[in-house]
């Protein structure tokens, strides 16, 4: 992997989302180390003030992002297909200030409905690259059976390289009473960063990553109780330096 900019420090965007909305706020929000239990309850959060962000820059950034959706609409057959764009787009989670692939770059994760199914997570990147704003579509994360929600984002040296990479974990309720099997299965993303000719930025998932780290239920299967060990930052960090 190319390295490009300056180094990164293991700074953490996180979010908890369990309801589906369409507010377009911009929050920035650093997990505390103490705050990080995977056997705790909800966890605590700081918000850090997103004044810096300039009403201009916020109308700018938002207006990439409406862009680079519609564009995706009409590129994509798959999406373009099923729903055509409404006024009012519904976001899967707030929007978050994030720092991949630079500094001061937004992630957007919007609801898209599907024809007789629950709808896909279509995820969005805006970024600064010199004087413009680019908006790239990073992943579409599929219903499995509900439709998926975004538990958490952050950034991680996950090799040694000073670059954060990002991290993105996905869950869907499961209710199986039937069969004895419930919970919430995880699901990790995790995405590096390359610089292409011209420098323009490309992104691939990192999947050896997320061969470690795999995926699972936290819960119950056929009435015996199983957990997932990484659900949260803290989990997944201890699991990668090892």
Same mark, same amino acid.
């Given at each position: ?58 109308? /700018?950034?938002? /207006? ?44 957007q994760f919007f609801y ?11 995820? *969005? ?41 990002? /991290? ?17 299965? *995880?699901?990790? *993303?995790a995405y590096r960063k ?34 997932f060990p990484f659900k949260? *930052? ?9």
């Amino acid at each position: 992997m190319v390295s490009i900019g300056s180094p990164m420090e293991d700074r953490r965007t996180q979010m908890s989302t369990r309801s589906r909305g369409s507010s377009t706020a911009i929050r920035t929000a650093t997990l505390h180390d103490a705050a990080i239990s995977p056997t705790s309850g909800p966890r605590m959060f700081s918000h850090q003030s997103t004044s810096k962000l300039s009403a201009m820059k916020r109308i /700018f950034t938002q /207006f990439a992002i409406l862009l680079g959706f519609t564009a995706a609409q009409l590129l994509h057959a798959s999406i373009a297909s099923e729903k055509s764009l409404s006024p009012s787009l519904t976001l899967a989670s707030p929007t978050l200030e994030i720092d991949f692939p630079v500094r001061e770059s937004l992630i957007q994760f919007f609801y898209v409905p599907q024809r007789d199914e629950e709808p896909n997570i279509e995820i *969005y990147l805006s970024y600064r690259s010199g004087v413009c704003v680019r908006t790239a579509h990073l992943e579409t994360i599929e219903p499995e059976g509900r439709a998926a929600e975004i538990s958490s984002v952050f950034t991680l040296d996950a090799d040694g390289d000073k670059e954060g990479d990002l /991290f993105i974990i996905a869950t869907w309720p499961i209710n199986h009473a039937a069969i004895g099997t419930e919970g919430t299965y *995880y699901k990790i *993303y995790a995405y590096r960063k390359s610089a292409v000719e011209g420098n323009e930025l490309e992104f691939h998932r990192a999947r050896d990553i997320e061969d470690k780290l795999g995926s699972g239920l936290d819960g119950t299967r056929e009435g015996v109780e199983v957990s997932f060990p990484f659900k949260e *930052y803290a989990s997944i960090r201890a699991a990668l330096a090892r």
